[in-house]
């Protein structure tokens, strides 16, 4: 009786593991065949045939013309890979350039339920669990963001400085987004002002959201070091709204002395001391203008973001300010 309990276990066991292996082959399968396209990209079907290693030229196919812009083509390559292999994993491997590369082309949905379909077969797939938060964090969904983000954080085992120091951030980033939308004024300001102090790194974003919304904690959390990289955030605040108690004790006076709003001889920063010199001895008016550089790929961007929209990383960009000469536009009739 024994040997019989015993075997009729074991043979459950396999019967299920198999159950299981079909029912994800067949999820794979029918994902596949929910994105239409038109019949096998031509030379594929043949090349497949008497290749032994197709994968790798093929992916670099669709990868070249991804990269030139024909995401039609590229897709059409992958979905036609996929119905070639029977392996799961092969088929995989696929759907993870295939997620990203529908991400790329702005498909986020699509890209989302591949990489949801990825971890239904394949839950410790950090790099699959790596492109969904930021895939959620694009779709504004930051709580799914922040679980899948300690999924990564439970499969990733014994962290280095640098990974904990990302999840860290990423985590708090994440924390920020969600409390930016509680309704609870007080409530809300309190959280930002925990995670401001708990994550310097994410200054320019909560101070940023103070400055429209609680002015009075915009200045008061407001840097004495390292402020040059926020001279964005005050240089459009005009002067009634400056208040000079706090800003006469800060360095960051140097944007308003600039501008002309107090007195001054001299400016450290040299774009602000331009600004100054033009102002006070010139007829022609001057202004800053702003470049932003990511300091993972240097990246240049006219348009301030925490997260680098070339590598994705997260992080405060880099302010590059340069004078440059006052235009003004004339609005003409059309008429």
């Known amino acids: 009786m024994l040997v019989g309990i015993i075997a009729f276990v074991l043979l459950a066991d396999f019967y299920r593991n198999l159950y299981r292996k079909k029912q994800r082959q067949k999820s794979l399968n029918a994902l596949v065949k929910s994105y239409e396209h038109h019949g096998i990209f031509d030379g594929i079907a043949e090349f497949l045939k008497v290749s032994k290693e197709p994968i790798p030229t093929l992916v670099f196919l669709a990868k070249s013309y ?42 986020l949905q699509k890209g989302k339920d591949i990489y949801l379909e990825i971890l239904k077969n394949n839950p410790r797939n950090l790099k699959t669990l790596s492109n969904l938060v930021e895939l959620y964090g694009m779709l504004g969904d930051y709580q799914s963001a922040f679980d899948a983000l300690e999924c990564i954080e439970e499969n990733m085992g014994e962290l280095s400085k640098k990974q904990t ?82 800003i006469k004790e800060s360095p960051a006076i140097e944007v ?16 602000l ?54 235009q003004y536009e004339k609005n003409l009739s059309l008429l």
């Not at 070639?84 to 997620?99: P, T, V």
């Not at 320019?204 to 200045?219: H, Q, T």
């Not at 308003?256 to 774009?271: D, E, H, R, V």
Request: hydrophobic letters at 40%; proline letters at 5%.
């Open 256 to 271: 308003f002395q600039a501008k002309g709003y107090y007195p001054s001889t001299q400016c450290k920063n040299f774009s």
């Open 66 to 107: 991804a990269k030139g812009g024909d995401n039609q083509q590229a897709i059409k390559i992958y979905l036609t890979l996929i119905e070639q292999f029977d392996k799961s994993r092969e088929k995989i491997e696929i759907l993870e350039e295939l997620g990203a590369l529908y991400v790329r082309a702005g498909f």
């Open 165 to 246: 120091d990302k999840l860290n951030l990423a985590r708090e980033y994440f924390r920020m987004q969600m409390s930016f939308v509680i309704r609870n004024e007080e409530e809300r300001n309190q959280a930002l002002i925990q995670i401001l102090q708990k994550e310097p790194r994410l200054r320019k974003v909560i101070l940023g959201f103070f400055k429209i919304n609680a002015p009075r904690l915009f200045w008061e959390y407001f840097p004495h070091k390292d402020w040059e990289n926020l001279i964005d955030l005050l240089w459009d605040i005009p002067a009634s709204k400056i208040p000079l108690s706090v």
């Open 273 to 326: 001391e331009s600004i100054r010199l033009f102002q006070r001895y010139s007829e022609q008016k001057a202004t800053l203008g702003f470049l932003y550089v990511c300091p993972h790929c240097q990246s240049q961007f006219p348009f301030d973001d925490f997260r680098c929209s070339a590598c994705g990383e997260l992080g405060e960009l880099k302010l590059i300010t340069k004078p440059q000469r006052l």
